[in-house]
Every structure is written in structure tokens, then in C-alpha cells.
């Protein structure tokens, strides 16, 4: 059974950071894509970031050179660290996993197929 568990959601203001954590278990892929996803109040869940298991990134132009996706392969614990947060930035966020079957290592910021986690908030105040 696939298990995501996010951790590391809270409340900053406008300009702060913090790193959002997510341990995924079950899953039991060699290659894959994982990322994170959010959803505002009122708003269609959006992708925010992927990552291969071969490493390679893709994020969202609303977050690009302020967020960062990483991953633990061996342990497979997913991050993403965030930065110059901005109130737009609020919502729930997302863990997702999914196997990769194909050669390319491109992960699209589509949510489908994916396993999910339950979701972390994050709120960020002017």
C-alpha cells in the first residue's frame, strides 16, 4: 500500500521560507515522477514542482528561482524547500508519486495518475 506523508506546512509572513517534507512508502517503482501540487480555496489544484528519479525538475513559472524540489532516492523523502513566499502562495500542498514508464525523464506538472498524500497547509500573510 503507497503511503505519502507530508510534513513541514505552517504560517509564515510575506517573504519567509520554510521546507515541506514528504516520506513516501509502498511504493515500489525504480523509476518514477514526484512532485508537489497545491490548492487554494475556490481554485483547481495546480502543479508546483516535479522531479524525476533521475533528478531531472520541472516547476511552475509562478515559483521558479524561489522554490526548490529535491528527493532522498534512497529513502524516498520528497522536499520542497520555498522561499520569498508570497500570500498567493497559500494553500494546501500536495505530495504526489507515480512510476515512470517511459525513457524520458521529463515529469509534466499534470496531476494525473499520481498517489497521494493527505496535504500540509501553508498560509502566508502580508
Known amino acids: 500500500q503507497v503511503q505519502l506523508v507530508e510534513s513541514g506546512g505552517g504560517s509564515v509572513q510575506s517573504g519567509g521560507s520554510l521546507r515541506l517534507s514528504c516520506a513516501v512508502s509502498g511504493f515500489p517503482y525504480i523509476r518514477w515522477c514526484m512532485g508537489w501540487f497545491r490548492q487554494a480555496p475556490g481554485k483547481e489544484r495546480e502543479g508546483v514542482a516535479t522531479i524525476h528519479s533521475d533528478g531531472n525538475t520541472n516547476y511552475a513559472d509562478s515559483v521558479k528561482a524561489r522554490f526548490t524540489i529535491s528527493q532522498d532516492n534512497a529513502n524516498k523523502i520528497l522536499y520542497l524547500e520555498m522561499h520569498s513566499l508570497k500570500p498567493e502562495d497559500s494553500a494546501m500542498y500536495y505530495c504526489?508519486?507515480?512510476?515512470?514508464?517511459?525513457?524520458?525523464?521529463?515529469?509534466?506538472?499534470?496531476?494525473?495518475?499520481?498517489?497521494w498524500g493527505q496535504g500540509t497547509q501553508v498560509t502566508v500573510s502580508s
Open positions: 504526489a508519486a507515480k512510476v515512470s514508464y517511459v525513457s524520458s525523464t521529463f515529469c509534466s506538472l499534470s496531476d494525473r495518475g499520481f498517489y
